[in-house]
């Protein structure tokens, strides 16, 4: 067991933090003057949140796949589809299949935000024959349907949610395996140590061998 293994935040909106590997979202408007990783990760992609409808889906292939040629970017996202929010589905499923196919193509990672539309998203990756993994991030579904996205050859991550105390998340925690999920932060002030130690007693394991194992994971993953 690697004892010296960074703790592997997953997805974070948040600057570099000691003794932690971490992947940032950073937009993809912002992602040509992001000069200080300070040894992070970053993800690029257009969050549905920030679509204004109108996008120039040409401009926007091309854009990604220019900050695809960064070293530090690892991977595509966060993008997905959103339910809840009022930008029309047809047009947020356009932008995610850029970023899904660019995923194919580079074959780095795509980190999903979804709000009810697992069975859309899953559909896609179906439809795409994709193989590159897809981290849901910030899940909170069933544990049902923690293995259905795990079954269609997706991960799943989980942030602050977990720390709540009986909540969908914990439950679907519990249900999947130990190698079946990543951990984050996102845009919440929470320490990602946190994080660990609720999933380690979850898992009814020490946190440092989650954290061992999960390093592993994300090195073969990431290929860093
Ligand atoms: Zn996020």
Known sequence: MNEHAPYIDIHTHGPAMQGVRSVRHVSLSEIDSFNTTDGQLLSVGLHPWNLRGNEDLKLVREHLTFALGYPYVAALGE?????AIDMPLGHQEVVFRIHAELSESSGKPLVIHCVRAFQEILGIRKQMKASRPWIFHGFSGSAQLARQCL????????????LKESN???????????????LETDDVRVRIEEIYERAARVKQTEPEVLRARMFERFTNLFGV
């Open 168 to 182: 969908r998340a914990l439950h679907s925690l519990l249900h999947i395996g130990m190698d079946d999920f990543f």
């Open 151 to 162: 079954d269609a050859g997706c991960l799943l991550s989980f942030g602050s949610a977990i």
């Open 79 to 83: 993008t997905g589809l959103d339910k």
